[in-house]
């Protein structure tokens, strides 16, 4: 087992890859009391064209979804709900643009739990009738979303910034996309990417480490892996354009809801030789300097009564861009648009504010892991992102330096806006 030092906090994240590739990333806190298990794999929504011993596939979109949610059954009619509510456990499950995650948590019979995570996950069990079956939950779920205000600002924006980077359309696909899914997709789907190479299992909270591998192997031993033929993913190339400048959509809000997305190329940033992970500490930092809840902008938009909450901010990176995202609710849209795009083009730093950010970052920092589900979504990130643990982050924010974002504002002038707003709707 391979002990990964977090520099400066004293935590330590234990690895080790099994024989059938699984990778285990393990974080203990033996001041919780629960523990968190998530079962992962490197497959999400936006996954859904690919090459696999030799075939094409093409599939609808929501299929990764659709997966996830009929992976529970088991083939003696049982299902792994029934079975942790016996255990008083919490499971659920969530697809991402880029990932399927499986989760528990628990604070007693460690490995009864454990175990039945790998049981369930590892035993596929699919039919036509639970494959047409599950069509209307799914289908009722979609229109759900369709109707919600805060899934229609963030897609509402997808859809217009993005081209054809599959993150514009919904996780859970269309109602029509949900209508040609078939059995012998699926099969094919948990073939090509629930392969033990393509996951990774992480536990945070209160375990034994030995104890979590010696349970992970005597399972796994019992489980019939093929040998792994890795999927060849295929992505469209994503121009530096934008579907809609603006667009505007009456729902059910008490004020304006906007998101304000800056879509800027990663070829930008080019000859400042800075990695990926150093861009995105930068751009996150400038982001809550210029717009986060202690940022000037937002005292003043606040003590004027233009907005009453904060202005949360976000990044989403693909292989081309960054996109980062304002998003906020205001009685006056046409208003704080305009001081967004004031902003955006005066943007500031200062050694000072990036001192003070860096203190409340390496202290959010050691904080963050006694909150056992935020570690273990940390970890699913680097994973995800990175393919390993980044263990240096606390390095990350000391050497964060003022002139190196004040080059990367320089760099963020060339980029694209679209803007999407929610309306409050009449009411009949």
């Known amino acids: 087992m391979h002990k990964i030092e977090i520099k400066k906090t004293g935590e330590i994240v234990y690895h080790e890859k099994l024989e059938n590739g699984l990778d285990i990333y393990m974080l203990p806190n033996k001041k919780q009391k629960n523990f968190y298990i998530t079962l992962n794999t490197k497959y999400g929504s936006i996954h859904t064209d690919y090459k696999y011993k030799g075939k094409e596939y093409k599939n609808p979109k929501g299929i990764a979804h659709f997966l996830e949610h009929i992976l529970f059954n088991m083939p003696d009619g049982s299902n792994a709900f029934d079975y942790y509510s016996k255990l008083g456990s919490n499971i659920n499950a969530f697809t991402s643009f880029d990932i399927t995650c499986y989760e528990v948590m628990g604070n007693t019979k460690f490995k009864e739990n454990l175990s039945y995570l790998l049981e ?94 010696a349970i992970t192997i005597e399972n796994m031993k019992t489980k019939e892996i093929p040998k792994y033929s890795k999927p060849s993913l295929r992505k469209e190339k994503e121009p530096f354009k934008i579907n809609k400048d603006v667009s505007e959509k009456a729902m059910p809000v008490d004020k304006h809801n906007i998101s304000f997305g800056i879509k800027i ?52 990176v693909t292989d081309e861009y960054y996109v980062l995202a304002l998003i906020s609710a205001t009685e006056y849209p046409d208003y704080l648009i305009k001081r967004f795009k004031e902003k955006l083009a005066d943007l500031v730093i200062s050694k000072e504010e990036v001192e003070r950010k860096i203190k409340v970052s390496i202290s959010n920092l050691i904080l963050s892991f006694d909150e056992i589900e935020n570690v273990n979504s940390d970890i699913q990130d680097d994973i995800i992102n990175y393919d390993k643990y980044i263990d240096d982050i606390y390095l990350q924010y000391k050497k964060l330096d003022a002139e190196i974002a004040e080059q990367i504002i320089k760099k963020m002038s060339k980029h694209l806006l679209s803007i999407t707003i929610l309306t409050p709707k009449e009411e009949n």
């Open 120 to 213: 369930y996950v590892y035993t596929p069990y699919f039919t036509k009738e639970m494959v047409e079956g599950e069509k209307g939950i799914i289908t009722e779920e979609i229109k759900m979303l369709q109707d919600n205000p805060g899934s229609e600002l963030v897609y509402g924006l997808y859809r217009n910034i993005f081209v054809n980077d599959q993150r514009k359309y919904l996780i859970s696909g269309t109602t029509n996309d949900v209508k040609k899914i078939n059995l012998n997709m699926i099969e094919t789907v948990y073939d090509a990417f629930y392969h033990p190479e393509n996951m990774f299992l992480i536990i945070t909270g209160s375990f034994n480490p030995e104890e979590a591998i």
């Open 265 to 316: 190329a990663k070829t930008n940033f080019k000859s400042l030789k800075l990695t990926d992970l150093e861009l995105r500490t930068y751009l996150n930092l400038i982001m809550k300097i210029n717009f986060g809840r202690t940022s000037l902008l937002k005292e003043e938009l606040s003590s004027n009564g233009i907005i009453t909450e904060n202005i949360s901010t976000h990044i989403t």
